[in-house]
C-alpha cells in the first residue's frame, strides 16, 4: 500500500542567530525524490538541494541574504513515481 507524500513549507524564517528558525527547511515524509530549489527575486538560483534534511541557512555565496520576499519551487514524487510540484514565496527575517 502507498501512500501519498506529505510536505509542509513555511513561509518565513528568520536566521538572526538566536537558535530559533535558523534554516528554512520544509518537512515532509513519504517522498522517494525530493528537489527544493530557492531563487531571488530576480530569478537567480541561490539555494538547491535535493536532500530533504538540509535547509537554507539564509546565505548566498558565504553571505547573508538580504531580509525580502524570495520564490521557492519544490518537486518531489512518491514511491509509485508519480510527480508532485509546489511553488510559493519564503520570507527571510533579519
Do not use: Q
Amino acid at each position: 500500500m502507498f501512500f501519498e507524500p506529505v510536505i509542509y513549507i513555511p513561509n518565513a524564517f528568520s536566521p538572526d542567530g538566536n537558535g530559533l528558525n535558523e534554516k528554512f527547511l520544509p518537512s515532509s515524509g513519504g517522498l522517494k525524490t525530493y528537489k527544493f530549489t530557492i531563487y531571488s527575486r530576480w530569478g537567480e538560483k541561490i539555494f538547491s538541494t535535493t536532500n530533504s534534511e538540509l535547509g537554507w541557512d539564509g546565505n548566498y555565496m558565504g553571505k547573508p541574504c538580504p531580509a525580502g520576499v524570495y520564490v521557492f519551487y519544490c518537486e518531489y514524487t512518491d514511491f509509485r513515481d508519480k510527480v508532485y510540484n509546489t511553488k510559493g514565496t519564503l520570507h527571510l527575517l533579519r
